[in-house]
């Protein structure tokens, strides 16, 4: 036991000497002094690295969504994509041709292949822009006209000069690159294929009102395409005297979305010289839609309006059709002429 | 069991608390005197712990690279020199583990040199550090903390991350150990067999 306690003393009473342990302190001193003053901004950093990643998150979650560009299929064979903002009309389609022009903004067209030949026109900022089955777009900003072609050849006409646009490539060649409309285009199925006229027409023959207007005279006009959607619906028979108001209506308005403008406006017309009190009306207010709008003939448009005037002044729609008539009336600079009834 | 003491350490000669507050004051000749205590303290402990090794110099090494960059935030709260006995464990504790090696006694020879020859008998220094040898590591530290550093039970549990009853029980064991070792081998004190011992905690 004294052995144990005698060591333990020593352990106590030992010291390690005075020198080594102060040269040791000075040593650290120095040491320390040489390191540089703890980092902190690992923290910082991290914490801004977090708030960052956080203020993504929030942005893209509260973001509004992009404004998807507007597909539209006109006629058969013909489709475009409208940009957001964009300003277009359609000026012209028929089974021949259609011609859409642009005010302001990008429109891609795709044309798609078919039996007929098919002119495809985009026209804007003083340039027109033809081809035969391609796609291809024609942007207007700033009253400056820009072509980009995706597929096939695009003959761009300005000033009298023709050029010839292959794909791939954009007129003039500064011109920026959007393709997201010719995605969309191509990513777009092939129209089905246009099924032969009905051989034959349903006797369907409702009693007109008396008194029985006129039967129209037969319209030398192929019968209006029939989609698979139409194809349950009574097949459309286009200029049949016999044909009730009803079935006129509703061939006039499947023209229309079929984009045959100016036979549903020769359908409304039918209908307006059956001088029916409740149907006239609104077929003359929809052919002067059809004529300010879509096919751009602000004189026909006033005419029309005219004789709706005429014929019905007292009928609901009649505010509409003079709303109509100054807004023809001002394309045509005429529209001081407005004022007058 | 003379030695098991129930109160805290008695106030060393140097008053180390008044050092601790002067250094972190601002007064630099505080400070290092302070750090010059706690080194000698610091050394003595780990020598005892672990033998003279290269492990035990990485081991005051980075104990006093922590006492330094931990001495601004001492509350004075506790002993200054028990605050760095407790790190000193630790941080030997972690050591030892991280080096996972045993240290052959043989090797572990003391640093006669570091020692103040006019206050330390190296010879019987050397006979206790090999006794302790055998010991335990658990039961090693707890026996150097308490009867050599005269840490209570409560600062030595503190220090070893355990119970203070704990502490006690392991000082207790490992007293026992060295006096039945020693009545063994009371002819050849100082011819204490080696062991591997040394280098787990």
Same mark, same amino acid.
């Given at each position: 036991?004294?052995?144990?306690?005698?060591?333990?003393?020593?352990?106590?009473?030992?010291?390690?000497?005075?020198?080594?342990?102060?040269?040791?302190?000075?040593?650290?001193?120095?040491?320390?002094?040489?390191?540089?003053?703890?980092?902190?901004?690992?923290?910082?950093?991290?914490?801004?690295?977090?708030?960052?990643?956080?203020?993504?998150?929030?942005?893209?979650?509260?973001?509004?969504?992009?404004?998807?560009?507007?597909?539209?299929?006109?006629?058969?064979?013909?489709?475009?994509?409208?940009?957001?903002?964009?300003?277009?009309?359609?000026?012209?389609?028929?089974?021949?041709?259609?011609?859409?022009?642009?005010?302001?903004?990008?429109?891609?067209?795709?044309?798609?292949?078919?039996?007929?030949?098919?002119?495809?026109?985009?026209?804007?900022?003083?340039?027109?822009?033809?081809?035969?089955?391609?796609?291809?777009?024609?942007?207007?900003?700033?009253?400056?006209?820009?072509?980009?072609?995706?597929?096939?050849?695009?003959?761009?006409?300005?000033?009298?000069?023709?050029?010839?646009?292959?794909?791939?490539?954009?007129?003039?060649?500064?011109?920026?690159?959007?393709?997201?409309?010719?995605?969309?285009?191509?990513?777009?199925?092939?129209?089905?294929?246009?099924?032969?006229?009905?051989?034959?027409?349903?006797?369907?023959?409702?009693?007109?009102?008396?008194?029985?207007?006129?039967?129209?005279?037969?319209?030398?006009?192929?019968?209006?395409?029939?989609?698979?959607?139409?194809?349950?619906?009574?097949?459309?028979?286009?200029?049949?005297?016999?044909?009730?108001?009803?079935?006129?209506?509703?061939?006039?308005?499947?023209?229309?979305?079929?984009?045959?403008?100016?036979?549903?406006?020769?359908?409304?017309?039918?209908?307006?010289?059956?001088?029916?009190?409740?149907?006239?009306?609104?077929?003359?207010?929809?052919?002067?839609?059809?004529?300010?709008?879509?096919?751009?003939?602000?004189?026909?448009?006033?005419?029309?309006?005219?004789?709706?005037?005429?014929?019905?002044?007292?009928?609901?729609?009649?505010?509409?059709?003079?709303?109509?008539?100054?807004?023809?009336?001002?394309?045509?600079?005429?529209?001081?002429?407005?004022?007058?009834? | 069991?003379?030695?098991?003491?129930?109160?805290?350490?008695?106030?060393?000669?140097? $008053?180390?608390?008044?050092?601790?507050?002067?250094?972190?004051?601002?007064?630099?000749?505080?400070?290092?005197?302070?750090?010059?205590?706690?080194?000698?303290?610091?050394?003595?402990?780990?020598?005892?712990?672990?033998?003279?090794?290269?492990?035990?110099?990485?081991?005051?090494?980075?104990?006093?690279?922590?006492?330094?960059?931990?001495?601004?935030?001492?509350?004075?709260?506790?002993?200054?020199?028990?605050?760095?006995?407790?790190?000193?464990?630790?941080?030997?504790?972690?050591?030892?583990?991280?080096?996972?090696?045993?240290?052959?006694?043989?090797?572990?020879?003391?640093?006669?040199?570091?020692? $103040?020859?006019?206050?330390?008998?190296?010879?019987?220094?050397?006979?206790?550090?090999?006794?302790?040898?055998?010991?335990?590591?658990?039961? *090693?530290?707890?026996?150097?903390?308490?009867?050599?550093?005269?840490?209570?039970?409560?600062?030595?549990?503190?220090?070893?991350?355990?119970?203070?009853?704990?502490?006690?029980? *392991?000082?207790?064991?490992? *007293?026992?150990?060295?006096?039945?070792?020693?009545?063994?081998?009371?002819?050849?004190?100082?011819?204490?067999?080696?062991?591997? *011992?040394?280098?787990?905690?």
């Amino acid at each position: 036991m004294a052995d144990l306690d005698t060591l333990v003393k020593v352990a106590r009473d030992a010291t390690i000497r005075r020198d080594v342990a102060d040269s040791h302190v000075r040593e650290l001193e120095r040491w320390a002094a040489r390191q540089p003053a703890r980092r902190t901004w690992p923290l910082w950093a991290a914490g801004g690295l977090a708030m960052a990643a956080a203020a993504v998150m929030i942005f893209t979650i509260a973001r509004p969504a992009e404004v998807a560009p507007t597909t539209v299929r006109i006629g058969d064979r013909v489709a475009i994509v409208a940009e957001p903002g964009t300003e277009y009309r359609v000026v012209e389609a028929t089974a021949g041709t259609t011609t859409i022009e642009v005010e302001h903004g990008a429109v891609t067209a795709r044309l798609w292949p078919g039996a007929a030949p098919h002119h495809l026109v985009l026209a804007g900022g003083g340039v027109t822009a033809s081809a035969k089955g391609t796609i291809y777009q024609l942007a207007v900003t700033a009253g400056h006209a820009s072509v980009q072609v995706a597929q096939g050849t695009v003959e761009v006409a300005e000033h009298g000069e023709v050029h010839r646009v292959i794909a791939g490539t954009a007129w003039p060649v500064t011109a920026h690159a959007n393709t997201r409309g010719a995605d969309t285009l191509l990513a777009m199925r092939a129209p089905e294929p246009v099924p032969a006229p009905p051989p034959a027409i349903p006797d369907v023959v409702a009693p007109l009102p008396d008194p029985v207007p006129p039967p129209a005279p037969p319209s030398p006009r192929p019968a209006p395409i029939v989609t698979p959607r139409d194809a349950a619906s009574p097949v459309p028979s286009i200029g049949k005297p016999d044909l009730a108001i009803k079935d006129h209506w509703r061939d006039a308005r499947l023209l229309r979305g079929q984009g045959r403008f100016a036979d549903a406006v020769h359908e409304c017309l039918t209908i307006a010289d059956a001088g029916d009190a409740t149907w006239s009306p609104i077929a003359l207010v929809e052919a002067v839609r059809i004529e300010a709008g879509p096919l751009a003939d602000p004189e026909q448009a006033v005419v029309l309006a005219d004789r709706a005037i005429r014929e019905w002044p007292h009928d609901a729609l009649i505010g509409e059709v003079r709303a109509l008539r100054c807004q023809a009336l001002g394309q045509l600079g005429r529209a001081d002429d407005c004022k007058r009834p | 069991m003379s030695h098991l003491r129930l109160q805290p350490a008695p106030t060393p000669s140097v $008053d180390l608390a008044s050092l601790a507050t002067r250094a972190n004051a601002g007064d630099t000749g505080a400070r290092g005197e302070l750090l010059s205590e706690l080194y000698r303290s610091v050394r003595k402990h780990v020598h005892l712990m672990v033998g003279a090794s290269s492990l035990a110099d990485d081991i005051v090494q980075e104990v006093m690279i922590a006492l330094h960059r931990g001495l601004p935030r001492f509350r004075g709260e506790a002993n200054p020199r028990t605050w760095a006995l407790a790190i000193a464990t630790r941080i030997a504790h972690k050591m030892r583990r991280k080096e996972s090696r045993y240290i052959p006694i043989e090797d572990s020879a003391l640093d006669c040199a570091a020692y $103040d020859p006019a206050t330390t008998d190296a010879a019987e220094l050397a006979v206790l550090q090999r006794a302790l040898a055998i010991l335990h590591p658990k039961k *090693r530290d707890a026996f150097v903390l308490m009867a050599i550093f005269e840490l209570s039970a409560e600062e030595a549990g503190r220090a070893l991350g355990t119970f203070a009853n704990t502490a006690a029980s *392991r000082y207790r064991h490992a *007293r026992a150990e060295l006096e039945t070792h020693f009545s063994r081998n009371s002819d050849e004190r100082t011819v204490l067999a080696p062991t591997n *011992r040394v280098g787990h905690g």
